[in-house]
């Protein structure tokens, strides 16, 4: 970094004709402090996570096992995964699954903020305990829901002759989904509860006294002042809730394991059983594909947040 | 601005020459230990892996005694088995190790990792049939022996003798037999078989590899299969769908005679159920014995082969090779390595590792079983009607456990046969490329 603030000390600035700003800006020694911070974190992540991700890609145009020997095959992993129906599914239920979790997160996360910003009695105390469940680890509240879903809730439905329930949910290779989009939002809720209700704080009071003096009922009120005036925190809760779902793991591990039968597995799931199925090439190819899946959403999505002039 | 320069430059060079020296430490002592790992003052040190944590103190023991028979050879024992993958990746695998024997380490042998052992004064004391389980899977540029089996694990029935005695059933030793013995339970209000069919796995070992292994010739159907490779379809003779069909419908009848609530049941709920009484049989090799015996030290166990056709002389046991010796190739101490395997396979270690551990001994002249947990099962390893569990042959990247358990829920056969052709082809067009 000396070469660099060197080399902008001895070559005057192409910009600073134009400008006066621009040439007090470059003058102006950057502290170094600021790159001591960056670059080493930029370094870490570069070779942990881009590196790897570059070896994968490599490694994605070959047959490689994991170990041992391999040799290029050119793009015939990428022809075979489009040709795989199992990998298919898998993209189906996750894209469902992160759908649904999504909206059904946000429902229940903004009906919970609205509560709790009201002035409601214990409102602290309510708040501490809607937020347990952000503090608990995903994986071990999904071993306890798999409990009570495969234990307690068939008791409890066979005593009280509720048939449906009778036989555990997660063994239903229909319903079994539902019990992980139930536990993701019981865990992903409070996450974006708080971020609603540090959007409902910003809302000003007084325009909701104008609407009453107005005659907008509570209804109304929320339709037409409280949701436009969120809308910013909609969108940002919608957009990582979105993306974090489509990445979901360690609750279907938990507690389906990805089935019944096939019925659940996850992309994630897919491809990290390359590590261990001796399929590492075939997965990586998998894992490069979703990556420009979900690259190209975020894309969509970041147009769509700077639209609203909203910022991440 | 210059003043910094020459502050900064040399603190840049002086953290670069300490990363440099910090790393050079790190370097160093690791090439001194690799250099002289192996021999130290005329004693080689062998490193030993098995697969099998819970058995360290057996062979912990067997080290000791080993060492003190031959003060020159030094070993170190690592339960590890993850280690062995890395190992091969630096170059170090361990000198010798134990593996279960099955598609993975098929692959080991194909890739040529491990040494030749037919010359080993021991290989001449291994039942040929039993070295037929390993031999089965491939052999090293065509006739090497890559692995000498050490312990050999035999799965059928468990049954609650008790319970049986209680109803006056008597060991089935055919289908018929065995469907009168469930209905009879089933009539009484006990469940003729505890399933656990929450987790995936052991219906695969149980009631499809039993089936399976009782009713077609697995080793020579995957034989079969394995030499046709890519170009195969639902439609060619050597295809799932036109071997394995005739078995489903066994297979469905054995998991109708589960007790309610089976997919909510997983191995540990089975085996705590299972030690308390609440079924008759229970389709689980010897691994669920100890933990059934954990939960009820009272309880009366035995094992039987499965009968899957109407004549008893056709009924299999399951069996897998849990342990395997091998030398790996380019080990540098081959000789003492050689010496380990030998004093591994004495009679005296090798059958009381066997006789403890609830397995059967490899060697020609074995002991027959004398444990009543599994004695019932002596007949059909002595006569060599055993196989190895269908889904073992299953490459890892097929999720086989899953298909079955979905054709348990959905009892569509011909849906789970042609999927289980799709993905073989799959596979075995990837892989083949």
Known sequence: ?312 | MNASVPASLPSRRSLLRAVGLAGAAAVLPLTGCGAEAGRQNGVTTLRFMQNKPEVVDYFNQVIKDFEALNPDIRVIQDFNEGNFVPGLVRNDPPDVVTRGFAQATADFVKKGIFADLADLPAAATINPEMQELISSWGRYSGNETSALPFSVAAAGVIYNRDIFDANGVAVPTTWDEFVAACETFKAAGIAPIYGTYKDPWTLAQGMFDYVAGGSLDVAGFFAKLTATGADISTAAPESFTNNFGPALPKMLQLASFAQGGAESKNYADGNAAFAKGQAAMYLQGPWALSQLIAANPGIRLGTFPLPVTNNPEETKARVNVDMALSITRNTPNMAAAQRFVGYLLEPAVVNTYNEKNAAFSPLKDAPAVTNPQISGLNHSIKEARYFQGAVTYFPPSVPVNNYIQSFVYSQNGDQFLSALDDEWRRVAERTAA
């Open chain 1, 1 to 312: 970094m000396t070469t660099t603030s060197l080399a902008a000390e001895a070559a005057p600035s192409p910009r600073a004709d134009f400008a006066d700003s621009p040439v007090i800006r470059s003058r102006r020694r950057i502290d170094p402090t600021y790159y001591w911070m960056v670059v080493p974190v930029l370094a870490l992540f570069a070779f942990f996570i881009t590196l790897p991700a570059l070896v994968g890609v490599f490694f994605s145009l070959t047959n490689y096992a994991g170990y041992g020997d391999w040799k290029f095959i050119g793009l015939s992993n990428y022809v075979n995964i489009f040709k795989d129906p199992a990998v298919l599914q898998s993209y189906i239920f996750t894209f469902v699954f992160a759908l649904t979790t999504t909206v059904v997160v946000n429902i229940v996360a903004l009906a919970i903020a609205l509560g709790l910003n009201a002035k409601i009695k214990w409102r602290t105390g309510i708040r501490t305990v809607f937020f347990i469940p952000m503090v608990l680890s995903a994986l071990i509240v999904s071993f306890v829901f798999n409990y009570l879903f495969s234990n307690t809730l068939p008791v409890l439905a066979e005593r009280f002759g509720f048939t449906p329930l009778a036989t555990s949910i997660l063994a239903n290779e229909n319903l079994a989904w539902l019990a992980i989009v139930l536990v993701t939002v019981w865990q992903a809720a409070p996450g974006a509860t708080i971020i609603y209700l540090a959007g409902l704080q910003s809302v000003p009071a007084e325009i909701y006294e104008a609407a009453d003096l107005d005659g907008a009922g509570s209804f109304r009120q929320f339709l037409n002042l409280t949701l436009p005036l969120i809308l910013g925190y909609l969108v940002i809760n919608v957009i990582l809730g979105f993306k974090g779902f489509l990445g979901t793991y360690e609750i279907i591990v938990g507690l389906t394991g990805g089935g019944p039968g096939m019925a659940t597995q996850s992309v994630a799931m897919r491809i990290f059983s390359g590590f261990t199925g001796g399929d590492y090439s075939y997965q990586m190819a998998n894992a490069v594909i979703y990556f420009l899946i979900t690259l190209l959403i975020s894309v969509i999505q970041l147009r769509l947040i700077q639209r609203r002039g909203v910022s991440l």
